[in-house]
DNA sequence: ACCTGAACACCGTTCAAGT
DNA sequence: ACCTGAACACCGTTCAAGT
């Protein structure tokens, strides 16, 4: 073992906006958001909590601003193979699995923090659609339409399956992929190029 | 001006579970949830806030979802003159302007908090679907589709508009309520009854 | 430049006490 | 039964101080 010269007293790592947000993101995804205080994550990041706002001078307000960002921000490539619509298929697929995997933060999604977190991808929607021969108007109502039932659909499921797992009496419990499937494609199937 | 008898000594209404909820909503509505503190609800009422969890022992959190049910609890009607897809553009405009119209509590909408609160809503729009011709399978898809697209839709809004107007340099501004009926429109358009 | 420690003004909630 | 008042364990954040 060769031992580093000038290395930190504490040895530990140099506390970064991006360690921040990293640890910010596993405490929200592993106890809920409400249990994100800055004084836990300073713990987290074995810190003051005070620490932090010498990288985040806005404070808390600052980081979940991060979170949304780091959740919401996922553009849509140019249509490839499977034609526009099988690339928004699977789009709207990984959209999803992001969502569900940080459904923690779903919250700050609907709120007016942070307005240009979601922009970008909404403009690569309709680029993607523009691409793909839809008409201008019809791609801006058509992205509004699909990232719009992304995120509500995924409330549905998080509503619906997050808790305890307990067997309803009348009705067999959904099987929340398929279902979004079934959705998506019904919402693609109105939209029509030319 | 006859005095009552047997009138309150501080002259004030008894407090009941309606009228805390009622005044929780219009301190979110008037000032955001964030805003929304046992403290302040209790002041509102002209009460001490500990007076409140006589009414709702499990506090805040039942709070919480009394608030959720409130807003989000809207069933649809069966389908009457204009057959069933005038009736689901009727209910969603009018559910789109509930949720603006309690935005601060969409948060609330996109957790796993009251589970049962969006059940009853969901369910007519099912029986609503039902009755106009679709069949179970795709009622059920239809359903989670258009509720979803409301909820998600609804947040793309209050992500864009609220807070101050400013004049963006390239697009002009979106009229979301044209903007929410053409996607509607396109929504539905892939439900297709028998 | 980067982090700490104490302090301030808040929270939600409990618990014994009042009427 | 219904409400109060004090208290407890937390919050986010400021600010002077350390290195």
Known sequence: MVRQPSINAQNRPPLTTDRIIESALHI????????????????????EAMAIYHHLPRGKEQLLDHLVAHVGAMPADAPG???WRGGLMAWAH???????????VLPLLVTHRNPAALAGT???LREHLRLGGVPERTAAVAAHSLLGFVIGHV????R??????RAEPGEPPVDWE???????????????PG
Chains 1, 2 share one sequence.
Do not use: C, K
């Open 28 to 47: 929200v995804d592993g106890q809920g958001l409400a249990r994100l205080t800055m004084r836990r994550l300073g713990d987290a990041l074995e810190v």
């Open 81 to 83: 193979g499977g034609g």
């Open 94 to 104: 990984a959209y999803r699995t992001r969502l569900l995997d940080h459904a923690g």
């Open 122 to 124: 909404l403009a690569s």
């Open 155 to 158: 409330a549905l499921e998080v």
């Open 160 to 165: 619906d399956t997050r808790g305890d797992v």
């Open 178 to 192: 398929a279902r979004f499937g079934a959705a998506l494609e019904l919402v693609l199937a109105g939209v029509n």
